[in-house]
């Protein structure tokens, strides 16, 4: 069965600093891996997804992804951080069938100047 | 696109109350999906359907929790007895399954809150 685990419930950077939010999955089949961020008192919204093709997937707001089969990773990157960039941020993988989503238990990112 | 519409927003209830939540998914989608959001447990999954028949409801947490789709533009979640535990926000998604996209689209939410 698919899991999802994000490494640090709590990421605190300063603003213009690197974002660096972690994410490894296991699948049993060739994964659909997604990033989700939900600001507060919202829904979430999609980021970026990866499905097949370049493994490096560029997203809104500045923010990108690299899939790693080799390290089971997906990591979910931005160079520079800004302070609209405070939010919680979801992994997900795709079970396969009825676009079933696995998430992670998500990581709040604070941005401070 | 008017995007995922659920409703109410917020509703307060008191414990022992029946609570319906209602929602509205992108027009052309055919599968459906509740979750609830905690502190405590995070992002829950409760159930799916897909062309209006439920799936998966292994993640309904009891048998006060019910969901049923009508027609493919409607869904509720229905909660009798309403408990203090229930307080959550409640979340619903919507996708086109068979396009290999497997993106959900979720709605605003409806936080509720049993006193």
């Known amino acids: 069965a698919q899991s999802v685990t994000q490494l640090g419930s709590h990421v605190s950077v300063s603003e213009g600093a690197l974002v660096l939010l972690r994410c490894n999955y296991s699948s049993s089949v060739p994964p659909y891996l997604f990033w989700y961020v939900q600001y507060p008192n919202q829904g979430l919204q999609l980021l970026l997804k990866y499905t097949t093709g370049a493994t490096l997937v560029k997203g809104i707001n500045g923010f990108e992804a690299e899939f790693k089969k080799s390290e089971t990773s997906f990591h979910l990157t931005k160079p520079s951080a800004h302070m609209s960039d405070a939010a919680e941020y979801f992994c997900?993988?795709?079970?396969?069938?009825?676009?079933?989503?696995?998430f992670g238990a998500g990581t709040r990112l604070a941005v401070h100047p | 696109d008017a995007g995922v519409i659920q409703s109410p927003r917020h509703e307060v209830t008191e414990m022992g109350q029946e609570v319906t939540l209602r929602c509205k998914p992108i027009?052309?989608?055919?599968?459906l999906f509740w979750y609830r959001q905690t502190m405590m447990r995070g992002l829950e999954l409760l159930i799916y359907?897909?062309?209006?028949?439920?799936?998966?409801d292994s993640g309904m947490p009891e048998d006060r929790f019910s969901a049923k789709m009508p027609n493919a533009s409607f869904s509720t979640l229905k909660i009798q007895p309403s408990e203090p535990r229930d307080s959550a926000v409640y979340f619903c998604a919507s996708s086109l399954s068979g396009d290999f996209s497997y993106e959900q689209y979720f709605g605003p939410g409806t936080r509720l809150t049993v006193t």
């Open positions: 027009s052309g989608h055919n599968s």
């Open positions: 997900a993988v795709s079970e396969g069938g009825y676009n079933k989503l696995i």
């Open positions: 359907f897909n062309n209006n028949v439920p799936i998966d």
